[in-house]
């Protein structure tokens, strides 16, 4: 389940400054029920991304999207991580032709 949810708004002078985050919950349950015994068990995670600062004023509201840099460079290196080998097999591969 994912919902996204504002903060508590911050007061910076005349301005309010709202944070907005995803919340993305998962529970898993489980129970067994034997003729002598009753067991049971669970799991889950929370995990919280900020996604948006909402600045409130007079003039109106404007709404500051959060980019999440790690992640781009984190998906840069594993899309690099699959290609490097893929050319460096085809050049091989091509070299031992010639």
């Given at each position: 389940m994912s919902e996204v949810i504002e903060g508590e708004p911050i007061q910076v002078g005349r301005r309010k400054l709202v944070p907005v985050a995803?919340?993305?919950?998962?529970?898993?349950?489980?129970?067994?029920?034997?003729?002598?015994?009753l067991a049971g068990q669970g799991r889950g995670f929370v995990r919280m991304q900020p996604?948006?600062?909402?600045?409130?004023?007079e003039a109106g509201e404007r709404r500051m999207?959060?980019?999440?840099?790690t992640r781009q460079a984190l998906s840069g290196f594993l899309l690099a991580a699959?290609?490097?080998p893929l050319l460096l097999a085809v050049a091989v591969h091509l070299a031992r032709k010639r």
């Open positions: 995803r919340v993305t919950t998962h529970v898993r349950r489980h129970a067994l029920i034997g003729s002598h015994r996604i948006a600062i909402v600045e409130r004023s999207p959060i980019q999440d840099k699959f290609i490097i």
